[in-house]
């Protein structure tokens, strides 16, 4: 991604190879996000980058060993000039654009996320927030790709001062400067391989402890770089034509279900630093014969700025056409990519780098970095401000008086299923219309072992104890439930853990320790309220992770969450529990639904969906509805979300999900009643 040079190469010109893997490597991404299915493992695009930013600093780092803090100033100062101004400039016409074209469903978090990129610190905030099951839910902003370059921006921070240490270790003791790069490298790569192969949880894809490895493999290629250069021509030709087969393979076969980084990783990384150790640059035989060509050489010297520049246009382009980019637009918005990296280079790479640019000295490019980083953190604080003020002013009048409100709109069929026409709950609000249980901490992290419970509704002595079963899913009906509880005087505990559905076997979660932490706390749950003097026991679940066993195999999967689910019913029946079985909603179509509605304020109907579009599997409730054990019964809530073959993302003026598939508070809450005569229905009373 970066476009560092090394002394040799600047010498003799950019290594073609070089150049021609760059522009392979955004060509991968490019492609990958702008056409996914297309191309399911473009993003090792990425690691190819990892790589070669790897080979290239550490490269230049031998060849000028730095010798204290003046050559470590000296080395960052030219960093900040190279790769700082086109990133600021990037992230301010993002903001700018962002304002102007998306909806305020994502200012905040785009702005967030821009003074994270402006700081060279976005892949920490992504990995905090892919912890935050919620937060995972967000849809993309159009700064996310910035993550890849902090995880590159933090190498370059430490990364010479490791060569430091080492070069003064190594002639202390005298030893070889290569040598003892080569061990301590290989140290440094080894525990952070073992850490990307261990860590298997969400975050483990952004924190650059999993990711330096990647950049260390190439120090080490060129590290090894005067010992390769003996290497035959024939070796050379077999080793380049080896690894440009292993990041094919990786960019057509790879997808969203690769566990990655991990030792998957491995194979575009292998790869690409045997393309770099090859070194062949020409040649009849080579695969990069054609790549010497002037087109792709100057696409991998735009690889850069096109990386920086694409991302953005791939998330703003829907919102600014009112839908998804049919090809031909995707085509122009390529052209559009390279044409703006191209002026970035020209009028803003190129004119500062140098020693003394535009006649400034190297020193000050630290001041240069922290105003402008300051700058932008200005603009994100002022958008995520602008954000805060269009929360408070758009809510519509009390709903009192709407015989459409929300739920009511589709059991009334002379209503419209969107409503009068108001929003009382708009998508900007409904963002964060969430259930209280979510920020007590009543909903467990899928890797939790701690047991918590929590308790809603009354404080009674003599009030009727009730169990609220689930995993997040369960949780948003809590609300309603609430209201329900108070007016029966019932004292509900929950048992709720994120994506762990309530099952008597294992599932297979994506967290390191997750899938036997879910199955221990169901083994828990199952047990203790079977065990338990609870009147009701109301359990929802969102079905979405395969079962342990099935290996993948979703029809297998669910078959098997069948059986399991029957299993779990039969224990509950059979020790004289009335069970309330309350099915999944329906899944919208879109990513997020606050931000189709923000985006479609006239046309609300385009975040809709059919029954078929939006159904999803419900193990649970089919086998209750097929079985029909003692004491089980069914709430089946699609014709609350549903009527005439479609299914509605806003009901009643009502935004009714606050990302993909959870329900709003507000929308849970007018569901009070139906809840309350299903209860009635279950305990006969």
Known sequence: ?????????????????????????????????????????????????????????????????????????????????????????????????????APATIWDGTARQSVASAFYVQNWLLARDSVDYLAADDAATPVQHFWSLSVEEQFYLGWPVLILLV????????????????????????????????????????????RVWELGAGGLVAVAAPVLARLPQGVRLGLVWLGLALVVYAALVFDAATLFPGSAALVPVVGAALIVVADVRRGPLSPLWAMGRRPVQTLGDLSYSIYLWHWPLVILLPYAIGGPAPGAVKLLALCAVVLAAWATKVYVEDPLRGRRPLGLPLRRSFVFALAGSLIIGTCGFALHRESEAQTRQVAAPSPAEDPCYASAALADDSCSPHGSGDLYLPPLAAVEDKSSLFDRGC??????????????????????????????????????????????????????????????????????????????????????VAAGEDRLVVVSNRYYRTMAAADGQQRASLALARKSSARVLERWSGAGKNVLV????????????????????????????????TASPDPMVAVARDLRPQGVTVLDTAADFCRDGRCYATIGGVVAYYDQSHVTTTYAKSLADRIDAAATTATGS
């Open 1 to 101: 991604m970066s476009p560092l040079r090394t002394r040799s190469e600047t010498a003799a010109g950019p290594r073609v190879d070089i150049q021609a893997l760059r522009a392979l490597a955004v060509s991968l991404v490019v492609v990958y996000h702008f056409w996914p299915g297309g191309l399911t493992g473009g993003y090792v695009g990425v690691d190819v980058f990892f790589v070669i930013s790897g080979f290239l600093i550490t490269t230049h780092l031998l060849d000028r060993v730095p010798g204290g803090l003046r050559d470590l100033g000296e080395f960052w100062g030219r960093r900040i000039r190279r790769l700082l101004p086109a990133a600021l400039t990037v992230i301010a016409a993002t903001l700018a654009a962002t304002w102007w074209i």
């Open 167 to 210: 070069g003064l270790v190594a002639r202390r003791r005298g030893m070889s400067l290569r040598r003892a790069a080569a061990v301590t490298m290989t140290l440094v790569v080894a525990a952070s391989l073992a850490c990307s192969v261990l860590l298997t949880d969400a975050s483990s894809y952004f924190v650059t402890y999993t």
């Open 443 to 528: 909903v467990l992290q899928m890797d939790d072992t701690s047991r918590k419970t929590c308790t809603f509704g009354s404080d009674a002595p003599d009030a009727t104890p009730v169990a609220l079963v689930g995993n997040s899913h369960a949780a948003m009906w809590a609300p309603a439930l609430e209201k329900v509880a108070r007016e029966r005087n019932w004292r509900v505990t929950t048992y709720l853990m994120y994506e762990c559905y309530t099952v008597d076997r294992p599932v297979s979660l994506p967290k390191a320790g997750a899938t036997q932490a879910c199955a221990d706390w169901n083994r828990y749950v199952i047990d203790r």
């Open 582 to 613: 309350v099915k999944d909603p329906p899944t919208p179509p879109t990513p997020n639904t606050p931000d189709c509605v923000a985006a479609n304020p006239s046309r609300l109907g385009a975040c809709d969906g059919t029954v078929a579009e």
